[in-house]
């Protein structure tokens, strides 16, 4: 096989990896920001399911959650839900392991803002809402950006997990060439790939944070 | 609070204990897999790259002499075969998960297999080989020469069991890997210098022209006795009867044998 089959052969592997990732952020991003207010919240009723919820997924490895989504409606239900969709599976476990870290993200974001504005908001008339969205959140959105943008590279390389349930992304395409044609380099190539998209995100994530750089012009 | 921590803590580890007694317990029972798999229209069977047992040809259809047999018998059982890449260590929680409804790969039959699975008929004969680098070639001629080398082997594979059956190699420094291939691998990168594997499997590799495992070699030495390939099914599955039956037929007519020797493995064919 050519060097050009083998980079297409990886681009496939490459599309299962990207599209894990682009799925995940989708749907994570807004995800996380519920749990974020249900740990925030006065009221244990919400409080207190959210952190459990953040503690157990933040205490367990991901590879283990992935394991436990895929085989345990089958095994222990006899209802194997992912039989014919194994990316779901990996797509349900990303996301809920992913909210739960961006919601802990949010969470420091929200309370890194000191109570005096939301005071200062007061005295000037606006309710709680309108202090949150109009003062306080894109304050966040600029403190946020450094974390964010760590655990979203993060989510880049994680995704490589999924081949635990023997999902082809471009490590498991890259292991298969060893199986079916010997050749080893495929697998040492794959590393280019996760380079190239981590630097491109790396050079959008600090446009963004230079963007926000209000106060320095 | 602090009480409330406690009971969740304990709770949580209730369920895991809960969940890890009723994944050990084994199923007895008869299991309806005819009327399951009939019901779903395929036979979903759990294969890896192993050629020229399970491979894709250049249009990516999986062909190879399970695939093609597994082809015929679904014909007979009047489902269509869907072939799904499994990872090989983690065949069994696919099997119980019904994430797939057979383990058909090359398959070796051994006991401990057999209290997890409902083996099929015994189709074909392999051995284990003993795979080392050609530069070590003089230092390792016997079993007993390797006694102070690092072995590797695929994790929970019928080598592994040979290297903890061999008096000599059984307190070898040892490495269970993924998969074969990934047991070759640590031969190459000399993090293990000899791996214990499938006869199929290491000469193909070993063979292939143009590929990263030409500087190894099969060492002339028997580890383990001849053993044979099967179709592993659910433990109580009544598929394994009709697929039995079904493989009688296809020998009694020699469709086994034509495809046999397309992929030149007459010779290991089981015939009786």
Do not use: H
């Not at chain 2, 307190?171 to 293990?192: H, R």
Request: glycine share 6%.
């Amino acid at each position: 096989m050519s060097f050009f089959e083998i980079t297409l052969a990886l681009f496939q592997g490459f599309f299962v990896t990207l599209k894990l990732f682009g799925l995940t952020l989708l749907f994570a991003l807004p995800l996380g920001f519920l749990i974020a207010f249900g740990s925030m919240s006065k009221y244990k009723l919400f409080s207190l399911p959210s952190k459990t919820f953040v503690w157990i997924i933040r205490g367990t490895p991901l590879m283990l959650q992935i394991i436990v989504v895929f085989y345990v409606p089958g095994i222990l239900f006899n209802y194997p839900i992912f039989k014919d969709d194994r990316f779901l599976a990996a797509l349900i476990t990303f996301v809920i392991n992913y909210a739960a870290y961006f919601s802990e993200i949010y969470r420091g974001g929200i309370e890194s803002i000191p109570r005096g504005q939301y005071e200062a908001g007061q005295v000037l008339g606006l309710t709680k809402t309108q202090t949150f969205f109009k003062v306080v959140l894109m304050q966040v959105v600029k403190n946020i950006l450094p974390p964010m943008s760590n655990e979203i590279i993060t989510l880049v390389k994680d995704t490589s997990l999924i081949r635990v349930i023997a999902i082809v992304e471009i490590i498991k395409a890259a292991e298969r060439f060893i199986a079916k044609e010997a050749i080893l380099w495929p697998l040492f190539y794959t590393g280019v790939f996760y380079l190239l998209f981590c630097g491109v995100l790396t050079l959008l994530f600090n446009y963004f944070e230079k963007k926000l750089d209000y106060y320095k012009t | 609070m602090k009480k409330k921590v406690l009971a969740i803590i304990c709770l949580a580890l209730a369920g895991i204990a809960v969940f890890t007694l009723a994944s050990c317990m084994g199923k007895e029972e008869k299991v309806e897999d005819l009327a399951y798999i009939t019901a779903n229209k395929k036979l979903v069977i759990g294969i890896t790259d192993f050629e020229p047992i399970d491979f894709q040809d250049a249009s990516g259809k999986w062909v190879g002499f399970d695939a093609e047999l597994a082809e015929k018998v679904c014909e007979k059982l009047g489902v269509s075969a869907q072939f799904q890449l499994i990872n090989w260590d983690t065949k069994i929680e696919e099997l119980n998960g019904k994430t797939i409804d057979c383990i058909w790969n090359g398959f070796t039959v051994d006991a401990d297999r057999q209290k997890k699975v409902s083996f099929s008929k015994e189709y074909m004969i392999n051995k284990q080989v003993i795979v080392i680098r050609k530069d070590d070639a003089s230092k390792y001629t016997d079993i007993a020469s390797l006694a102070d080398a690092a072995l590797v082997a695929e994790s929970a594979s019928v080598g592994e069991k040979a290297i903890k059956a061999t008096e000599t190699l059984k307190d070898n420094t040892y490495v269970g890997q993924a998969s074969q291939s990934d047991a070759l691998k640590e031969v190459i990168a000399k993090t293990a210098d000899a791996a214990v594997i499938d006869f199929t499997m290491a000469a193909y590799l070993i063979n292939k022209e143009d590929g990263d495992f030409t500087s190894l070699m099969i060492l002339d030495a028997k580890i383990a006795d001849d053993e044979y390939y099967a179709i592993g099914f659910r433990k109580g599955s009544d598929l394994t009867e009709k697929v039995n039956s079904l493989l009688a037929d296809l020998e009694a007519d020699g469709t086994i044998k034509a495809i046999a020797e397309k992929y030149g493995l007459s010779d290991s064919l089981v015939t009786k």
